[in-house]
């Protein structure tokens, strides 16, 4: 009610009310934005869905999601967060993505591709480590560290084409190299 009472001022002859009706707005958009955030921290069956879409909110989910990322008890849900920022425009969780860019850390391939896609070029080394360290038959592990590494860097490394050509099978290989 109160959004179409606000809607309906927008159109108001004086300026007062159409003022007072984009306060009113901006008001309903940070309460909806605190309670999408809300959503994701504890609703983990559809965490995902709703971070698929928290783009759509643009800034005003900046405020609402760092309080999630610095409140989360939870390390899947502190770095899911942290993503998401970074998407948002948002350093808060960089820190916490930097540091589980180590092998066998089972959020590594998230935290790549966020901090690639933001452009955090103090990445590209710590996902090179792990492009070394990794194991060769992890494909999965293989595939979201060379396209991070590629994002962040014009080129692979000399060491890290040498650790790729020791992957099998081929077709792999070729496609990691290219």
């Not at 179409?4 to 007072?20: C, F, K, N, T, Y």
């Not at 306060?23 to 955030?37: D, M, Q, T, W």
């Not at 492009?131 to 560290?145: A, F, H, N, Q, R």
Request: aromatic share 4%; glycine share 6%; with cysteine.
């Amino acid at each position: 009610m109160e959004i179409e009472r606000a809607l309906d001022s927008l159109g108001a002859p004086d300026l007062e009310s159409r003022v007072r009706a984009v306060e009113e707005l901006a008001a309903c958009s940070s309460a909806i934005a605190e309670r999408v955030a809300s959503a994701f921290a504890t609703d983990e069956e559809a965490r995902f869905l709703i971070f698929e879409r928290l783009g759509r909110f643009g800034s005003l989910m900046v405020a609402p999601m760092e309080r999630v990322h610095q409140e989360a008890g939870d390390e899947g849900l502190k770095l899911m967060a942290a993503s998401a920022l970074t998407y948002l425009g948002s350093n808060v969780g960089v820190p916490s993505l930097m540091g589980v860019l180590k092998v066998g850390n089972p959020h590594l391939c998230l935290a790549a591709t966020a901090l690639s896609s933001a452009d955090v070029s103090e990445a590209a080394d710590p996902i090179e480590r792990a492009l070394l360290e990794c194991e060769l038959s992890d494909s999965e592990t293989l595939v979201c560290l060379v396209s991070s590494l590629r994002r962040l860097r014009d080129s692979l490394p000399e060491s890290v084409r040498l650790r790729l050509a020791e992957v099998e099978p081929a077709w792999l290989r070729d496609s990691l190299l290219d």
